[in-house]
């Protein structure tokens, strides 16, 4: 996070100052979640009832869509234009063929000239400037082909890497073009799910063991993967019109097995500064591609990766889009061969804003079912759906009759390999990032769990510790426990103030945000013998701080109850994964915090049985950050 969630970025306040309200035909009374407070609607719109004064909703056009993006491609008799539907944008179109086959990373080879962006119109010239000794992947013999193209603005800033696939060879036809993946999902000893995007709807299909799964119509394609051999590795062809792309995956192990393998594990990606591919429109291309060349190389069965994949803080659901699919395309040629499982963090915020100008109230994006930030990160993610439904059914649920709350699915979940089980927590749920107006409002708290997910986490931790196969469990969430540098302020600390806490329509929940960490922690640490490592972002350094019953966690003179830690665990944060750094402060648990950088840094766990063996790299230097001997 750019700033302690209790202040709101300057940048955001000067941008809403002079946005107007405007009204949302859609939105009525009756639409306004009743978990809410002070939110009403007249003819002007929505707005916030600040002790009589009307703060109206502040409406901000995206400044890119994903669609504008994707260029709307068309075919002529020597080559493909591209019109971004941006008459004011200016720059450079970067472009070249991806070399399929060539590479077990294909990337396209840009090619020594590009076109000029006059109007939001660009044209690539293939018949005459890339055939002979530029046709490098025999685009004039086989009459088909696929482009990789880049979009640079006027002033250098890189907005979308894109990719339009052809026919032909002058004219030229578009045809359906794989923009996102193939990605590896919900990887299991029989199988897999591989997700991928076309640019516009068309047939798909997967050949693998001689067995063809098939996919309709659609844009969206989500293809299980069944009847295989646990431990296996098998090459599967995706195929979708007369294009075709050959990868591979490995199965998981039969559970329980105690095979040796290795995971990784970072976060906060969003983009950093120094130029280039470190800000590809809201993601740190630069870094998340070394990570992911880094995990290739040391053969990771997975990834973790927690929170913070993109700038965010957005208002419309098309620019989010945008900025998820710049991230996906950072690890996708990689991706196509391991699973990353991704999970929710404060920058993922897709926001209603209202605003005067002078005063701002900033919550989650309703109707919740289709525009919240959880809806928008599950349509782009493809994740296990065992968590809980929503906060519905809550003791604090103004409505039990209708669903108020936004959902938990793919964005609360846990998932197995082997031995080891990673259960996945969403610390930035209802969010609502005005923190000191939350009362005005309701909202969720930056770094609160609510009860609906603390049942869920118990429930969870209980099963997994019954389970005879699993040896090791890793608990991720974006938050620390234990704020050690950026984000002293709030996470699960409030800088030792227990009174903050999320409200659910207009009512403060019962406990503060320093009484649930405590309950979570009697849950990891007391209930559970299995639970080894807390995973940890938000803060953009490295740091491992061990939690246990030597450990000061509390404020001096701290008044309420306190649990007592039975046995030593880790919380493992690694923050690093591009955005901008933050160095260490002080907090009563600094003389057990060792290992902190703010380099860059990934982190591996080479599980051998019931050993572990952490290790961490910079994947930007290749160099040792830190190692430990955890089990």
Known sequence: MNRSSILLPLSLLLVLICIQPQLDAQIRKKDIPAIHS???????????????????????????TLQQMRGNPKGSGKGISLNFNMPKLSGTLYYGFIPYGDSKHPYPVYFKRSSEILGGQAFINIKDQMSGIYDMVGWAKKEQGTLGYRVVDINGNIL???????????????????????????LSPEGATISFDLHKKGEASILIDGKTFTSETATHHEVKIEG?????????????????????????????????????YASDSRNGNGGGERNVYGANFYIMKRIMALNSVRGVSFMQFSGDLINGY??????????YANWKRSIESFAHYFPVYISMGNHEALMRTFSDGKKTYLIDRFPYDDESAEAVFNRNFV??????????????????????????????????????????MNSDYFYAPSTPVIPVTSGGLHGYIMDQQLAWFHETIEKLENDANIDHVFIT????????????????????????????????????????????????????????AILTGDEHNYARTEIGPETNIYPEGYQESKVELSRTIYQINNGAAGAPYYSQEQTPWTPKVSGFTTQNALVFFHINGRSIEMEVRNPDTLEEVDKLTIR
């Open 38 to 64: 002070n939110i009403k609607v007249d003819a002007m719109g929505l707005y916030v009832d600040a002790n009589g004064e009307k703060i109206y909703e502040a409406v901000r056009p995206a400044n890119y």
């Open 314 to 323: 957005l208002n419309t659901t098309e620019e989010t889009d945008l900025q």
């Open 160 to 186: 979308h890497d894109g990719k339009v696939s052809f026919t032909g060879a002058g004219p030229f036809k578009v045809v359906p073009t794989i923009v996102e993946g193939p990605f590896v999902n919900l």
């Open 477 to 532: 969430q974006h938050t620390p426990f234990f704020p050690n540098g950026g984000h002293v302020r709030d996470d699960m600390w409030y800088g030792g103030k227990n009174r903050f806490r999320p409200y659910v329509a207009g009512k403060p929940l019962s406990k503060g945000i320093i009484e649930r960490r405590d309950e979570l922690l009697d849950i990891i640490v007391n209930k559970s013998s299995k639970v080894i």
């Open 228 to 264: 295989l051999a646990a431990a296996t590795r098998y090459d599967y062809t995706l195929k979708v019109g007369d294009i075709e792309q050959t990868y591979a995956f490995t199965t998981a192990p039969e559970s329980g097995k105690r095979t040796a393998f290795t995971f990784s």
């Open 383 to 424: 994740n296990p759906t065992n968590g809980p439904e929503s906060e519905d059914g809550a003791s604090y649920d103004p409505n039990p009759d209708k669903m108020d709350f936004p959902p938990y699915k793919e964005n609360v979940f846990y998932y197995t390999y082997d031995n080891v089980a990673v259960v996945v």
